[in-house]
């Protein structure tokens, strides 16, 4: 089990630039998680998915971000246009259901200057 | 929502001593507790949970207690080692993962 994966794992870029993250989540786990750690605010949850559907994106800051998950494998988390406010550690994290323990991927840390 | 206070945000301790982290939550309909360890430029770890239905647990040096009525649980680590150092997040939810909410963390020093 290779765990969760996320790429790449520093992203340094110019404020106006499009930034795409991206995860893979644990084989056979339903739920992924987009959350983002920053010292202010801890650790916060962006959106979620099950089953590849967003079913909560009431965290997603506003509407530079949006995040998608077009197979069982693969998602994605994009800002556009960036700004420094936007710095911070990206995690994705996925689980196999409901009631079960979340596991993180090791983040993807995002400078934007 | 849920909102779940942390406390202490650092913490340093002998090695060989006992850690304690505490943190309380606002939702009464919180039944899962997990606590996730987060070291250096890695995600947080699952390392020990409890569920409403339990008051205690305990695996080898890591134990959690759960006070419902109080709305308040604690970790605890005995015999702490160097390894041991590294930041804790307690969080608390309802059935559905969706609205997990994690305190601030703590920063758990174990000197040699």
């Known amino acids: 089990d290779a765990g969760v994966i996320q790429s790449p794992r520093h992203e340094v870029t110019e404020m106006g630039q499009e930034v795409t993250l991206r995860c893979k989540p644990i084989?056979?786990?339903?739920?992924l998680f987009w959350y983002r750690q920053t010292m202010m605010r801890g650790l916060e949850l962006l959106i979620y998915?099950?089953?590849?559907?967003?079913?909560?994106d009431s965290g997603m800051p506003e509407d530079r971000f949006s995040a998608k998950m077009p197979n069982a494998s693969f998602s994605t988390l994009k800002i556009q246009p960036s700004e420094p406010r936007d710095s911070a550690v990206y995690f994705c994290a996925s689980t196999p259901g409901q009631d079960s323990p979340l596991h993180f991927g090791n983040g993807t840390r995002l400078t934007v200057t | 929502g849920e909102n779940v206070e942390q406390h202490p945000s650092t913490l340093s301790v002998q090695e060989g001593d006992s850690a304690v982290i505490k943190c309380t939550y606002s939702?009464?309909?919180?039944?899962?507790f997990p606590w996730y360890k987060q070291e250096l430029g890695k995600g947080p770890q699952l390392i020990i949970d409890i569920r409403s239905n339990v008051g205690e647990k305990k695996d080898q040096r890591i134990a959690v207690t759960l006070n419902k009525t109080a709305k308040h649980f604690s970790l605890h680590i005995t015999e702490t080692q160097p390894e041991d150092s590294a930041v804790y997040f307690c969080?608390?939810?309802?059935?559905?993962?969706?609205?997990?909410?994690f305190g601030a963390g703590t920063r758990l020093t174990v000197k040699p």
């Open positions: 998915f099950n089953n590849n559907v967003p079913i909560d």
């Open positions: 939702d009464s309909a919180s039944n899962y």
């Open positions: 969080a608390a939810s309802t059935y559905n993962n969706n609205d997990m909410r």
């Open positions: 084989s056979g786990h339903d739920y």
